[in-house]
C-alpha cells in the first residue's frame, strides 16, 4: 500500500476527511496520512483504540513514535495521558492498549535502526521557551539528535511566519490552526514538506498548537522497513 509515498513533494491530510480503516486488532482504527507497504510498513497514522482494546505483545523491528492526542495510551510501562510524548527505539517490545480509549499520532519505521534511545515524556515533563525569532510564539524539546528535531510548538494568533527546511518538515495541528499555500489546516490536519522548503504560515485568530519533526526528510535519511520483517 502506497499512500503519500513520494517525499520529494508537499503532501498535506486532513483526518476530519479520512475514513477511520480497522486494525487486525479488534477496536483498534487507523487513518492513514503517509504508507509504504502493507502491515509491515513505514507510516505516518492516526490510530484509536477503542476503550478496553489493546494490541498483542510485539517487537518495534524498526521503532515506534507516537504522540498522544486524546484519552490516555497504556502499556506495561505506565499511563500516558494526552499530550505524552514516546519514543520505543528499534528492537524495544511492548503490550499497547487503552482502557479508557485514546487516540494517538504514530509513525513507524522511521528510525535509524542502530538507534537505542528510549524516550517518554509527558505534557508536565515540557518547558516552554519563548521564540527569540517570533514574538509571542515558543516552543518545547521533545528530542534531538543529529537526524532529525522534534519539538511542540505554541504560535501567537493573528501571526505571519517564515520557515526555511533544509530538510524538511513534518507537521501536525494540535490546536487551532493555520493557512500555508492556501490551504486551511484545522486540529488534526497535517502538512509535510520536503527538503529545501520555504513556506510562509499564517496562523489564525486563535493561535495554534503544533508538532513539529524537521532535518529528517532528506533523501540519506528516508528509511524504509527490509521485505520479511
Known sequence: MNIN??????????TRDIEWIASPMAGVDRKMLDRIGGEVARATTIVRYAPGSAFSPHIHTGGEEFLVLEGVFQDEHGDFPAG???????????????DPGCTIFVKLWQFDLHDRLDVKLRANDLSFKPSTRDPGCSSALLHEDPNERVTLEQWAANSELSRSYAGGAELLVLDGGFVEN???????????????????????????????????????AIRLPALGT
Do not use: C, M
Open 5 to 14: 509515498d513520494d517525499f520529494s513533494i508537499r503532501a498535506s491530510a486532513h
Open 182 to 220: 492556501d490551504e486551511a489546516f484545522a486540529q488534526f490536519s497535517w502538512l509535510r514538506l520536503p527538503a529545501a522548503s520555504t513556506v510562509r504560515l499564517q496562523v489564525g485568530p486563535r493561535g495554534a498548537r503544533v508538532w513539529s519533526k524537521t532535518k529528517h526528510l532528506h533523501a540519506d
Open 84 to 98: 505524552s510524548y514516546v519514543r520505543n527505539p528499534p528492537q524495544s517490545r511492548h503490550t499497547p492498549g487503552s
